[in-house]
């Protein structure tokens, strides 16, 4: 049995795999107190509960943030409350397990190899993954491999600049995609709007709360207009800095996941795909395809089962597709 | 002895290289007339002329346009008057000089080949390389290898949207970086200028003839308005564009090349990784670099004689590195 792990900023998500695939799968809240080795004690019950009696071949965990994959090390996780320094995350579950193998990668990598291997971009060689949620973040599949390049941060695609000089991204500089794409960034766009006057049921929705991906999608829904303007100016930066991904990385398929792309459903993920088409070269928009992703939520758990059975076996590893398709 | 070409819209420019490095260098001029036949013939004739009684060991050809590399056929070269039609480049070469093993890249993957083996990029294995010329190219380098993708088109950067809704592509779409950075979109904006009737030396240097990288430099030099605005417009969008590659690819050097680039030298380098850094999140731009190409044109075809050797040995090739050095 292989365990994968989607470490998220509001929930943990695990899944257990075996030669005939999905086995089981289980959810607990992200503890928001004690930093990371509450965090820790957490993902370790989940494991146990998940594996029964059985220990575990080997645990893949999806991580947000700058993850070190050779250490195991999450260097910085900025969506994980008290995640200030460096932390051991691999080493740290390891010992709690008793020594079992642990993985950890980027949780976009993990979705993105999820989708790649048991998802939309099945049988595809060349790929690049999209994941709108509270940010926008991107992986990259060349030749059938993940390419995480040497800082790890291959397909960040949320800090791609598309339009100069304008709004400020969390990272500080401006006109980043993540300020018009993000689920955060469209939050913050509309409370402005809302404190200079302007009516917006996102607000009247979300109150004091998150501005969550289903409130964008009830206003959306009602044509209110700052969430139509929102989403509009999300679609076409979307499709601007995608199409930059194409023309870099040279990749015919595009796989929409995350939250918010989730929510909002294909009708988004087409609009996305036009927007594409028409900042690419004039006729190569219709080459290339941008479709949703198939595996929502479960797609990081099981992405990141595959990749931690991959670094076991040495090679890459099919034995959780049959479930993933079930 | 190996030969390497680099097939250029206006000269042929070929070397041969052996084991202690470059043994001669050869250029002719690119006949206009007659289509892709009369070019065959005279990269024979130089080819006969640099390898004089030697019979070469194999040819690396670079040419402009889409290649198809695996059967030497070039599908596109807009840059090359009279070829309309897809024409196997390799093997009509490879007859005429009596089945030598001949192989045609793009003149950009060539070129990037080049600086990561033998210029500013030796000894790192990501990288990425930028051309600016009448166009503006790109090449991949990932785990030390060319990556060129699927349809051989990965590194494109010159399509990639720096102002949404912007100037006119040559390709058609709208605001692409080659309008701004290439040599043809800027000569294009300077007589839209004059036209409107806006002095400026671009116009009266160049005249009726192209508006060449020195016309740009001598009325740089000259403080010329028109000439500072389309440079400083450049080097802006050239910086958003290249950390938007930096983004998606995760690589930590780009190294600038190009006849535009050659001319403008290392200051023009300098303003473009200034503003590299400045779309990049804040703090990333001290962690990469963006240097200068230190083969100048001579890369292209030393580059297509290293992709040759690799092709040959079917191992990548170190062999021309002293001559390239010297």
Known sequence: MRVGVDLGGTKIFA????????????????????GPVVVVDAIVEVVRELAGGTAPECIGIGAPGAVDFGTGIVRRAPNLKGWWDPFPLGPALSEALGGVTVVVDNDVNVGTVAEHRLGAGRGTDNLFGVFVGTGVGGGVILDGQLHRGPSGFAGELGHVVVRPGGRRCGCGARGHLEAYAG????????RQHHARGLETMLVDLARTRRMTSSVFARALEARDKVAVGLIDRAVETLGQAVAAAISILDVPLVVVGGGLADRLGPSFVERIHAATAESLPVGQGEEIRVVPGSLGDRGGA???AVVAGANVDGVTDDRVNPGAQA
Do not use: D, F, Q, S
């Open 302 to 304: 099981l992405g990141a």
């Open 183 to 190: 689920r955060a960034g469209m939050e913050r766009r509309a």
């Open 15 to 34: 899944v257990a795999t075996g030669p005939e695939g999905l086995i089981g799968e289980l959810k607990a809240k992200t503890p928001v107190m004690g």
